[in-house]
C-alpha cells in the first residue's frame, strides 16, 4: 500500500511553546490529508480536513487558532500546535486520501508537554 | 449525517479459531467500507476495503462482506495468529461535495491468545 510519514515520532515540550508536525504522502500525491487526535484506548477524532491550496476545514470545537494547518503541496500538510498546555498531550494522527477514497494513515506523533 | 457502530469492543479467541467484527452504518449512500488494523503506538493500517458494489473480498486470511440492504458489513480472520491482535476499526466513506468524508467506528480490541 501507499506510504505516509509522520514526523517527528514523538515530542516533549514545555508549556507554552509551540510544536509543529509534518506529514508525507511518500509515493503518491493527496489532494486531501486529514488530522486526527487519539486519546487512549479510544476511537479517532477528526480534528481537521486539510485540501492543498486551499484553507483547512476544522471540526466543531476544534480551535483553528490552536490547531494551524497548512498543506502546501500535494505531498505535505503540516499540524501546528501552537502555545501547547499539558491538556494537549495526546497521539495525532494524518492521514493522506490516494484518488477519491483511499486513505492512508501515518504512524502517529506522540506529544507530551510537560 | 453518517454513524457507524461497531461490535464487539473486545474479543479474545483461541490461536487457530476464527474472529468476526461487525459494523453497521445509517446512510445508504456511503459507498466504500476500509478496515484498518491498530497496533499500539502505532498507526492505523489498511489491510482490506470493499466498495458498495461488492458483497465480498477475501484476501488469503481476511475477509469482509457487505449487506447493502442491511447496512452492516463485517471483517472476519481465519485461523487467527498472536500477531493478530490489535484494534481493528470500522469505517463508512460517504461522498460529498468537498471530497469523501469518512465515519469511524469504535474500534474492537482483539486478543488472539496463544
Known amino acids: 500500500g501507499a506510504v505516509v510519514s509522520q514526523h517527528p515520532s514523538r515530542v516533549i515540550c514545555k508549556s507554552g511553546t509551540s510544536v509543529k508536525i509534518e506529514c508525507r504522502s511518500l509515493?503518491?500525491?493527496?489532494?486531501?490529508m486529514f488530522w486526527y487526535r487519539q486519546f487512549p484506548k479510544q476511537s479517532l477524532m477528526l480534528m481537521a480536513t486539510s485540501n492543498e491550496g486551499s484553507k483547512a476545514t476544522y471540526e466543531q470545537g476544534v480551535e483553528k487558532d490552536k490547531f494551524l494547518i497548512n498543506h502546501a503541496s500535494l505531498t505535505l500538510s503540516t499540524l501546528t500546535v501552537t502555545s501547547a498546555h499539558p491538556e494537549d498531550s495526546s497521539f495525532y494522527i494524518c492521514?493522506?486520501?490516494?484518488?477519491?477514497?483511499?486513505?492512508?494513515f501515518g504512524p502517529g506523533t506522540r506529544l507530551l508537554v510537560l | 449525517g453518517e454513524n457507524v457502530e461497531q461490535h464487539p469492543s473486545t474479543l479474545s479467541v483461541q490461536e487457530g479459531d476464527s474472529a468476526v467484527i461487525k459494523c453497521t452504518y445509517s446512510?445508504?449512500?456511503?459507498?466504500?467500507f476500509p478496515w484498518y488494523k491498530q497496533e499500539l503506538g502505532k498507526g492505523p493500517q489498511l489491510i482490506i476495503d470493499?466498495?458498495?458494489?461488492?458483497g465480498e473480498k477475501k484476501d488469503q486470511r481476511i475477509a469482509v462482506t457487505l449487506n447493502k440492504t442491511a447496512k452492516h458489513f463485517s471483517l472476519h480472520i481465519t485461523e487467527t495468529q498472536p500477531e493478530d491482535s490489535a484494534v481493528y476499526f470500522c469505517a463508512a466513506s460517504l461522498p460529498r461535495n468537498t471530497g469523501n468524508q469518512f465515519y469511524f467506528g469504535t474500534g474492537t480490541s482483539l486478543t488472539v491468545i496463544p
Open positions: 446512510d445508504s449512500a456511503s459507498n466504500y
Open positions: 509515493d503518491f500525491q493527496a489532494t486531501t
Open positions: 470493499i466498495r458498495s458494489n461488492v
Open positions: 492521514s493522506a486520501v490516494q484518488g477519491q477514497e483511499t486513505q492512508y
